[in-house]
């Protein structure tokens, strides 16, 4: 399986290279590592979409970990200092205490395009803190997290060929099934032999999906929040398509008895950063030997955190 998609370098130069990421944390970081209690300091955040899918829907972004106010003991926002880029993105986040999320817009989030070297969407947070008072002769660490929620798409395509016990003796052709994934964090996988045996009129096939982007899915329907319940993580909605033909229950098979398609939509829960989905794939046994062209569609929201630290320490007036 070759994939082509963006990564960044340790300078961070944009290059293009292989990479299993939808929406990346390029940068979060305060300007400096350490600093006076009662003086200014800036902190940013760049994102950036690495994928091969557009985002489905607005991303959000949660900066939390520390207490933020008006209070001298507390971390506070110098007033009109919060700077997002797109602009008119920054609606649900408050500007002095960063309760709430900062809402990307899925327009300012493309994909990028490495055939013309252009990189994806970029979206950008600054803000200026002034760090808490401290008494004399403290230092303290203090580390800020940033969780980014955002709803991606990946599919892959794979191709079965089912063959009479005939037509197989003939061909004996054992290659194993070619997955290709959009680039994304979570892949799905078609296991088993490209050449099978057709026995009836279904195929049992397992799709394997798989967690690679180093955070965790949620289902589509579960809303973004800076901590979502233990239940609702690592789940991911599942659709089967053969020929173009949604494998929902509902839809007609376009060959064989023209009967309904088995149902192969499901939500999956990953253990361990991999889940299964058994189906069966409608075959038209009339045909010594017939290609099946199968998608399968993975929906979901991904989360990716990131962490910076600082050091705050007392200076004497």
């Known amino acids: 399986m070759t994939v082509f998609v963006l990564g960044c370098t340790g300078s961070?130069?944009?290059?293009?290279?292989?990479?299993?990421?939808?929406?990346?944390?390029?940068?979060?970081?305060?300007?400096?590592?350490?600093?006076?209690?009662?003086e200014q300091v800036n902190l940013w955040l760049v994102l950036e979409n690495q994928g091969e899918k557009q985002v489905a829907g607005d991303t959000s972004v949660f900066i939390y970990g520390q207490t933020i106010s008006g209070d001298v003991k507390h971390w506070s926002v110098v007033a009109d200092t919060l700077?997002?880029?797109?602009?008119?993105?920054?609606?649900?986040?408050?500007?002095?205490?960063?309760?709430?999320?900062?809402?990307?817009?899925?327009?300012?989030?493309?994909?990028?395009?490495?055939?013309m070297g252009v990189p994806g969407g970029v979206a950008t947070f600054e803000a200026t803190f002034i760090a808490p008072e401290l008494e004399q002769g403290e230092s303290t660490p203090y580390t800020f997290y940033s969780r980014v929620c955002y709803p991606y798409k990946t599919s892959m395509l794979s191709t079965l060929t089912?063959?009479?016990?005939?037509?197989?003796r003939i061909q004996q052709d054992t290659s194993a099934v070619?997955?290709?994934?959009?680039?994304?964090?979570?892949?799905?996988s078609l296991g088993g032999q490209q050449?099978?045996?057709?026995?009836?009129?279904?195929?049992?096939?397992?799709?394997k999906i798989t967690d690679v982007?180093?955070?965790?899915?949620?289902?589509?329907?579960?809303?973004?929040k800076a901590s979502p319940e233990t239940m609702d993580r690592n789940k991911v909605d599942v659709k089967i398509?053969?020929?173009?033909?949604?494998?929902?229950?509902?839809?007609?098979?376009p060959y064989g008895d023209g009967g309904s398609t088995p149902n192969c939509e499901k939500t999956v829960k990953l253990i361990n950063g991999e889940a299964e989905l058994r189906c069966s794939i409608p075959i038209d046994p009339d045909q010594p030997t017939r290609e099946y062209h199968i998608r399968a569609i993975a929906d979901y929201k991904y989360y990716i955190s990131s962490d910076t630290k600082i050091t705050v320490d007392y200076i004497s007036e």
């Open 241 to 253: 398509e053969v020929e173009g033909v949604m494998l929902d229950g509902s839809s007609t098979i």
């Open 83 to 115: 700077v997002t880029e797109p602009k008119t993105s920054s609606s649900g986040m408050s500007s002095t205490t960063l309760d709430g999320a900062w809402e990307i817009p899925n327009s300012d989030f493309l994909p990028p395009q490495p055939e």
């Open 213 to 224: 982007g180093g955070g965790f899915p949620t289902a589509m329907e579960t809303l973004c």
């Open 162 to 168: 089912s063959s009479s016990r005939q037509e197989m």
């Open 178 to 188: 070619e997955n290709v994934n959009t680039a994304g964090p979570i892949h799905v």
């Open 12 to 38: 961070g130069d944009t290059t293009l290279r292989a990479s299993d990421v939808g929406v990346v944390v390029t940068e979060f970081m305060f300007d400096t590592s350490a600093v006076y209690h009662k």
């Open 195 to 207: 050449n099978i045996v057709a026995r009836g009129s279904t195929i049992p096939v397992i799709f």
